[in-house]
């Protein structure tokens, strides 16, 4: 199951599930639809991630580095593909995955401890422990402040098997040190109080409330609970809500001396570091931690094997309809498990799977996937289909279970199974030059008892056939190891009983494992370091600027930016453009939307679009050895679409459903809402700055025509105004050849101007709207200023603005969060534009609706509080040191660096602009930041907006 997590991305609500696969154009339908963080997703277009093991034969990689002289107390296990277990006395175990190339380590810890170690009354306290492990110590202090202060990204999550703990941050100063200080510290003198449990408890039931208002997460939840008995898998992460308000200080105290021990642990550390430096200071942080006395509680409780269907029923207030329907599964290391992987794949794969041709292609279905529990434990298979509210039902359910109960009697071919292993190769040589997403990503596999079944799960997926696809199908996709809802009666009895499956010592007795990938270079993150290595230039009319460096596994990180249009075709044509991009990936004219995904596979390669009615941008990621492959079908989307029927009336149904499911969630009114609250007072259906209502937009989305598409792209797309970042193992002479070919010729009549909205402060509103039953609300509120972000003030403002609400050691959230314990998400920013007088202050918040004046009231008391009495030297000091730290994170992506240069060429900077930028950053003092704030935010211009159920 899918974690719950201390953190998420503001306004999105956590789902308790597993990996889901999804149709990449529905993506973010998706994940709108079912509030799934992005960071839990896989989309079916993309290669599998570290969190989704795959097949793969690295190429070539060069050898290990030797040994480090081992610290006394510290023993060395083993070593596989690059990753070294070392052993302490306490029994801690310990990861290494060291890569110089990076600037940046993850230092990750595991414990053998979730959801199904929970006991009766207990249910969610796993969880729940996971957010009091970041109240500190008694010597540590609140972490999220200290994280924060750092400049790390970082979060906790907690799964059916396991919990786990991780930051990010840059390999400077003592933030190694620091960071493996902390963890040990932590692991055993956590404060674990009655009064940090009595505002973290809300906290933590506002994150319960957020997923209440999911209707497909509480579907999901109940599917789980009625397909298991016993096990404890049919509980999600987030546990009963009587529970989470109700558990007893003592019992969580005593959980955590239980399980957050050495020898109940993995420490993982991935990224930038000495190995020899990082083992001693280990050895000398966790060895000081003693092995425990206690023996860890047993688990032993099997699942029964289902007797017949299950089904029910979830009547909850809503605007689209979900099919969910699980089957039984064996454990991850069941010899079945990767033939059970296959076939998910080949099942809910787009374009090519069963799921999707049978639901989606028919018009029967907005969506179809699947959502898989890896578990140490039997699991689920879980199959799902999502419906517009007036689709047909029954005659979707017939589908979806005719589908996959019949999958077995027409045989997989050999053609789609080695697809799925070309698929799964690719997305494990990928996730393998990211060492520290791996350091993150054996979270799942030491869980299932071993580090290494990540790579075994790999090894054993290529060893798929048709033949043992066809068998578990039959297997397992049976209609009495069913569940959609109540018991039925049958004549003769048909279990399914779940084979129990080996050790992980038993799995792995044979095991050897590969030879490691070669690592890249170093590149300093600083903006003279890079912009020494940037080579800018004009090439076939494009601003091209391409930072050529070595990388693991010869990656390159490609984006293309075009600009088109002007204020006339936007006004008259931007529902038709919205339809132009996601159309130029179903094929061209000499490539079938099976064929280009099946190339793009084969070359190791990843590419996505994302257009407007003025522009649009191309990533392609790929390697040294496919980039020519990898640019030739770049330029086939973008030249020769085809822009199929079938497909663009997948799409419009899809876009219709998802604007439609938006009038009963509290995020999307609040957001609609707010959008026409700043529009311009005089504007009119048709002008370029009026927001429509949704029955408008629904409107203007039906109106639009395959033709009108059509011609959108003929006339108005072209390349006369492009600019590209590259980053990454590459020749830059393979660039310079293949942009008159990929943008030679591409023109149109139409001039390109850019498209300038006008500023809008309109006068302060206060907005309180209902949305009938929904468990959560959302607040934002905005206002609008003359502001570029070239002007000293934008600097100022940023320091003030990380102070007030950027970070988790914002005022906002130590207020809010922190202390009265009102809100899972909140905090507030500013934004200024790159290339004109506009700018915006925002605040935001997630709660219960019975805690709405106080919400509003925190939010109304902070601000004045920071206009009055202002910010601190130490506060200044903190977000400046913050907000370097975390831009020099941000240029340690290769991919945020190559759309940093598109970015830079459009605007015409380099990265002095961003050493002036950090400039203006450290001098800010006490005083300018307050005087931003003050000259800027005017509390008397606030635009309030509060979306639930408040009557």
């Known amino acids: 199951m899918r974690a719950y997590g201390v953190l998420s991305a503001p306004l999105f609500s956590r789902f308790p599930g597993g990996v889901m696969r999804f149709p990449a154009p529905l993506f973010l339908t998706a994940l709108l639809l079912l509030g799934v963080p992005a960071a839990a997703q896989t989309v079916s277009a993309q290669p599998a991630t570290a969190q989704t093991p795959a097949t793969q034969t690295p190429a070539a990689p060069a050898a290990a580095s030797a040994q480090p002289t081992l610290p006394a107390g510290v023993r060395f296990v083993t070593e596989v593909e690059g990753i070294r277990e070392y052993r302490l006395g306490n029994g801690l175990r310990v990861l290494l995955f060291p890569d110089t190339s990076q600037t940046t380590f993850t230092l990750n810890t595991t414990y053998l401890v979730g959801s199904r170690h929970e006991n009766y009354g207990e249910t969610g306290m796993a969880h729940l422990l996971e957010h009091m492990l970041f109240k500190g110590t008694p010597t540590s202090g609140n972490l999220m402040e200290q994280l924060s202060k750092r400049g790390a990204s970082f979060n906790g999550t907690t799964s059916d098997d396991r919990t786990n703990y991780f930051e990010t941050m840059t390999n400077s100063g003592d933030n190694l040190e620091w960071a493996i200080r902390m963890e040990a510290d932590r692991m055993v003198n956590s404060r674990v109080s009655a009064d ?125 309809q979900y099919l969910i329907v699980g089957y039984h599964i064996p454990s991850v290391r069941h010899p079945d498990a990767a033939a059970l992987q296959v076939l998910g794949e080949l099942l809910s794969d787009e374009p090519s799977g069963r799921l999707y041709q049978a639901l989606v292609q028919t018009g029967q279905a907005t969506a179809a996937g699947s959502i898989t529990n890896p578990g140490s434990d039997p699991g689920l298979a879980t199959y799902v289909a999502i419906l517009g509210k007036d689709d047909d039902l029954q005659k979707a359910q017939a589908t979806l279970l005719s589908t996959l109960e019949n999958a077995a009697k027409t045989p997989f071919t050999e053609e789609e199974v080695a697809r799925v292993r070309t698929r799964v190769l690719s997305g494990y040589e990928q996730a393998l030059t990211k060492p520290e997403a791996v350091g993150v990503g054996l979270s799942e596999a030491i869980a299932a008892g071993d580090w290494r079944l990540f790579f075994q799960g790999r090894d054993a997926i290529e060893k798929v056939t048709p033949a043992d696809v066809q068998r578990v199908a039959a297997t397992y996709l049976k209609s009495t190891n069913r569940t959609l809802g109540a018991f039925i009666p049958t004549a003769q009895p048909d279990r399914v009983a779940v084979p129990a499956a080996p050790s992980a010592a038993d799995v792995l007795r044979d095991f050897k494992g590969r030879a490691a990938q070669s690592a890249g270079e170093t590149i300093a993150p600083e903006p003279d370091a890079l912009e020494a290595r940037v080579l800018r230039e004009t090439v076939a009319g494009a601003k091209v600027a391409m930072l050529p460096k070595k990388t693991r596994g010869e990656r390159i990180e490609l984006v293309l930016s075009l600009d088109f249009g002007n204020p006339e075709t936007v006004r008259t044509g931007s529902d038709a453009a919205d339809f132009v991009g996601p159309l130029l990936t179903r094929g061209s004219r000499s490539l079938t939307r099976q064929q280009l995904h099946d190339r793009l596979e084969a070359a190791k390669s990843q590419l996505d679009v994302s257009a407007g009615a003025s522009g649009a941008t191309l990533t392609l990621s790929t390697d040294r050895q496919h980039l020519p492959e ?97 980053v990454g193992d590459f020749d830059p002479q393979t660039i310079r050849e293949a942009l008159p070919t990929l943008l030679g010729g591409f023109d149109s009549a139409v001039k390109y101007e850019r498209v300038k909205l006008p500023l809008t402060t309109p006068a302060a509103q206060d907005l309180v709207l209902n949305v009938p039953d929904k468990a959560n609300a959302i607040y934002i509120a905005q206002l609008n200023f003359p502001l570029r972000d070239d002007h000293p003030d934008a600097a100022a403002l940023d320091v003030a603005m990380r102070i007030f609400g950027g970070g988790t050691d914002s005022r906002l959230f130590a207020r809010l969060r922190q202390q009265d314990g009102l809100s899972y998400t909140v905090g507030g920013g500013a ?104 000259k800027y935010v005017n509390p008397a211009n606030l635009v309030i907006v509060r979306a639930g159920t408040f009557k």
């Open 831 to 934: 934004h200024t534009s790159s290339l004109d007088e506009k700018g915006s202050f925002t605040t935001y918040a997630i709660f219960n609706p019975v805690n709405s004046e106080k919400v509003a009231a925190g939010m109304r008391e902070e601000l004045a509080r920071a206009l009055k009495e202002g910010f601190s030297a130490q506060e200044v000091a903190t977000a400046q040191s913050a907000l370097l730290q975390e831009l020099r994170v941000g240029r340690s992506d290769d991919a945020s660096l190559a759309g940093a240069l598109a970015s830079q060429a459009y605007l015409g900077r380099t990265y002095a602009f961003s050493k002036q930028y950090e400039e203006r950053v450290k001098a800010v003092t006490p005083q300018a930041a307050a005087a931003a704030l003050r």
């Open 630 to 726: 990898a640019l030739g079908l770049l330029r086939q989307v973008l030249r020769e679409p085809v822009f199929p029927q079938a497909d663009f009336d997948e799409l419009k149904k899809a876009a219709l459903d998802g604007t439609e499911a938006g009038r009963g969630d509290p995020e999307s009114v609040a957001g609609l809402a707010l959008g026409r609250a700043f529009m311009p007072a005089d504007a009119k259906r048709g002008d370029l700055a009026y927001v429509p209502t949704l029955d408008e937009s629904l409107q203007d989305t039906r109106a639009v025509t395959l033709a009108q598409v059509r011609d959108y792209y003929a006339k108005v797309w072209n390349g006369a105004n492009a600019q590209l970042g590259v």
């Open 196 to 320: 940090d449990l009595k505002t973290e408890m809300t906290v933590v039931r506002n994150e319960f409330e957020s997923g209440e208002n999911n209707p497909f997460g509480l579907l999901y939840k109940q599917v789980r609970s009625v397909a298991f008995d016993w096990h404890n898998y049919g509980n999600t992460a987030i546990g009963n809500r009587s529970d989470v308000e109700n558990v007893p200080i003592g019992n969580l105290k005593a959980f955590y001396k239980t399980y957050y021990q050495p020898d109940n642990a993995v420490v993982t550390l991935a990224g930038n570091f000495d190995e020899g430096q990082a083992l001693t200071l280990i050895a000398d942080s966790y060895g000081k931690v003693r092995r425990p006395w206690r023996t860890l509680p047993r688990q032993y409780t099997e699942e029964n094997p289902q007797d017949g269907e299950r089904s029910l029923t979830v009547r909850r207030v809503g605007d689209a």
